[in-house]
T-cell receptor, first 111, second 116 residues
Framework: AQTVTQSQPEMSVQEAETVTLSCTYD???????LFWYKQPPSRQMILVIR??????QNATENRFSVNFQKAAKSFSLKISDSQLGDAAMYFCALHGNKLVFGAGTILRVKS | GAVVSQHPSWVICKSGTSVKIECRSLDFQATTMFWYRQFPKQSLMLMAT?????????EQGVEKDKFLINHASLTLSTLTVTSAHPEDSSFYICSPRGLGSTDTQYFGPGTRLTVL
């Protein structure tokens, strides 16, 4: 079975500051992928960043980076220099034999 | 990312009627299609997986006779909600995956279904 846990229902960050969203997961697959997706009010799912489990190096995409701790099964997302447009629901997802989502974290950005 | 369209974007129907939702992958061939359901302020729940030309595989608890999935071509899949009831009101999202792609999934813009 695959599970994804996001323990923060809501987070707030001041514009231009940094925020970290937490995610833990569990899977019996040896080869898997991890993702962070963003869902703004339009509800369109947008891929933010992906990480291959076999890679030790943490993925980065501009202001977005992850802290992938494979042994601890942890996959947090750090957003640097937060912008108003970052406000959205963020989902952590695991793809082993299928794509499974966490419950989501609502991120609010204060101006 | 991939271009995926869904039609209609929103639909209101009366209880007991059937509604068809179309999902098209516009710039790649979708060998596999995933259909998700999302209730307000909740996560995406996988309903079923279909491979082009094959019958769909449904997740536990999803009624296959109620949610009919057709994936007859590599660019089009449909989800039909039969005899819809108010509890079927939800946001339905398709997610196609291309041949040779085993990881990243892209998503359609979703269809909001309201059953009166």
């Amino acid at each position: 079975a695959q599970t994804v846990t996001q323990s923060q229902p809501e987070m707030s960050v001041q514009e231009a500051e940094t925020v970290t969203l937490s995610c833990t997961y569990d899977t019996s697959e040896s080869d898997y992928y991890l993702f962070w997706y963003k869902q703004p009010p339009s509800r369109q799912m947008i891929l933010v960043i992906r990480q291959e489990a076999y890679k030790q190096q943490n993925a980065t995409e501009n202001r977005f980076s992850v802290n992938f701790q494979k042994a601890a099964k942890s996959f947090s997302l750090k957003i640097s220099d937060s912008q108003l447009g970052d406000a959205a629901m963020y989902f952590c997802a695991l793809h082993g034999n299928k794509l499974v989502f966490g419950a989501g974290t609502i991120l609010r950005v204060k101006s | 990312g991939a271009v995926v369209s869904q039609h209609p974007s929103w639909v209101i129907c009366k209880s007991g009627t059937s509604v068809k939702i179309e999902c098209r992958s516009l710039d790649f061939q979708a060998t596999t299609m995933f259909w998700y359901r999302q209730f307000p302020k909740q996560s995406l729940m996988l309903m079923a997986t279909s491979n082009e030309g094959s019958k769909a595989t449904y997740e536990q608890g999803v009624e296959k006779d109620k949610f009919l999935i057709n994936h007859a071509s590599l660019t089009l899949s449909t989800l039909t909600v039969t005899s819809a009831h108010p509890e079927d009101s939800s946001f339905y999202i398709c997610s196609p995956r291309g041949l040779g792609s085993t990881d990243t999934q892209y998503f359609g813009p979703g269809t909001r279904l309201t059953v009166l």
